[in-house]
C-alpha cells in the first residue's frame, strides 16, 4: 500500500515538473525581461510599411556590409536599466522606415566600443556604409528612441 503511494507521488511530481518545463521553454513564455530583449542572431522588423521597415538586429560584421540604409549601433547591457527602455520603446514605437538598428553586447565588445570611442552603455553610433563613425548620442539621461531619432536621424 505504501509503495503504491509512493509511486503515485513521483509520478504526480514528474508531471507536473514536465508542465513546468514545457511552459519555460515553450516560444512566447518567459518573463518580461526575456521579452524585451532579442535573443542573438535574430531579426525583428518593428515598423511594418510597404517599403524597407526599420529593424532591430543583433549586430555583426556581414549583417553591417549588406545592410543598406542609415544604419545605427545601439551599445547595450542586459543589466542596464537606461538600455531596457530604450529597446522597450524601440519594440513599442518601432524604427523608422530604411533604419537599421544593431544591437552589440557593450560588455563583450571592447574593441568596438574603442572604435567608436563608446564609454558607457545606451550610446548610438550613426555609422556610414564602410563603418565609419557619422555621429553618435548617449541616450542614457533620455532612455526612450525618440531622443535619439531627434538626435541622429534629423
Not at 105 to 117: H, I, M, T
Request: with cysteine.
Amino acid at each position: 500500500m505504501n509503495k503504491k503511494i509512493l509511486f503515485t507521488v513521483i509520478g504526480i511530481l514528474v508531471l507536473i515538473s514536465t508542465a513546468i518545463a514545457y511552459v519555460i521553454i515553450t516560444p512566447g513564455n518567459g518573463t518580461i525581461a526575456e521579452k524585451m530583449t532579442i535573443p542573438a542572431n535574430e531579426t525583428i522588423p518593428v515598423t511594418q510599411t510597404e517599403s524597407q521597415p526599420g529593424v532591430y538586429t543583433t549586430y555583426s560584421e556581414e549583417a553591417i556590409a549588406t545592410t543598406k540604409g542609415t544604419k545605427l549601433l545601439f551599445f547595450h547591457a542586459s543589466w542596464c536599466p537606461q538600455c531596457r527602455q530604450i529597446e522597450a520603446s524601440i519594440q513599442t514605437d518601432g524604427i523608422p522606415t530604411g533604419v537599421t538598428v544593431f544591437k552589440i553586447d557593450y560588455d563583450s565588445n571592447q574593441k568596438l566600443r574603442e572604435k567608436y570611442g563608446v564609454t558607457i552603455q545606451t550610446t548610438f553610433v550613426k555609422i556610414d556604409d564602410a563603418g565609419n563613425k557619422i555621429a553618435s548620442y548617449v541616450a542614457y539621461e533620455e532612455p526612450r528612441f525618440s531622443s535619439v531619432e531627434r538626435e541622429l536621424l534629423r
